[in-house]
């Protein structure tokens, strides 16, 4: 890690400095970039402003090395413990009984097609309002959330009910930053986030957006997601997220290979 911290950081200085030298930014221009710093620290909004500003980024060099289906960004409301295995559907809130249903459903293969079983795909997405169980309003960490385990064709399906399209926290300043300082918005496109894993597998982070869905392409967040944009399909009043996987093999059997 210090080899790789002596490569980066200088190179990282330097350019810094070389953008500060270039618009000949003055001490009071200085010292507003500091105060705003730790109004980002005061706020705890740094993971926040790092997600906003680069997470996206190290996908896109991450996945300079991957074969099979890209990643995305994680986002910050996955919750760090075992998920539940779900067989059927996402619990869904009491309240939401009303709001449109979704299937969510697809295939997990490797690099030459063949099915994955026992692949697991943990689920995540927001409430038909835009908010997170675990996360936001006390909402039961149960809701929207879920463990789905491949069968033997790879096949694995679940309902919930549809996500919609949220703002990222944007009363702080990283919000200030995005939004008054410089002009763009605070909104993610409605997505289903994805984590698959797989003995032997790559590990692969991902998210599926609804085509023609609002903010797809514009997402505060940078991400690319022109990969996993699923079309609109309807099958009995519900929409069809069909969202299939290509897992490569682990990175340590391919290096072996
Ligand atoms: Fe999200």
Not at 12 to 19: H, N, P, S, T
Not at 20 to 41: C, D, N, P
Not at 121 to 147: A, C, E, M, Q, V
Request: charged share 25%; with cysteine.
């Amino acid at each position: 890690m210090s080899e790789r911290v002596k490569q980066i950081v200088p190179e990282l200085l330097d350019e810094i400095k070389g953008v500060l030298k270039k618009h000949k930014v003055t001490f009071a221009e200085y010292r507003s970039a500091f105060e705003y710093l730790i109004g980002v620290q005061e706020a705890k909004e740094v993971p926040l402003m790092l997600d906003a500003l680069f997470n996206a980024t190290i996908v896109e060099i991450e996945n300079e090395s991957r074969k099979g289906t890209r990643a995305d960004i994680q986002g910050p409301y996955y919750i760090d413990e075992d998920y539940p295995i779900v067989t059927d559907e996402l619990p869904s809130r009491p309240e939401d009984a009303g709001a449109q249903d979704m299937i969510i459903r697809g295939q997990v293969t490797d690099l030459d097609g063949t099915p994955v079983a026992g692949a697991m795909l943990d689920i995540w997405h927001s409430t038909p309002d835009g908010l997170y169980s675990g996360i936001h309003d006390n909402i039961d960490r149960k809701y929207y959330r879920g463990r789905v385990v491949t069968g033997e064709n790879g096949h694995y399906c679940v309902t919930s009910k549809l996500p919609v399209p949220y703002q990222i926290p944007n009363a702080g300043p990283t919000g200030d930053l995005l939004e008054k300082h410089l002009g763009r918005h605070s909104w993610r496109p409605a997505h289903i986030h994805f984590w698959a894993r797989a003995e032997g597998k790559r590990d692969l982070i991902n998210q599926a957006y609804f085509e023609g869905g609002e903010y797809v392409g514009d997402d505060c967040c940078d991400t690319d997601h022109l990969e996993l944009v699923v079309p609109e399909v309807i099958e009995d009043g519900a929409r069809v997220m069909e969202v299939n996987f290509v897992l490569e093999p682990a990175q340590a059997q391919l290096a072996a290979e």
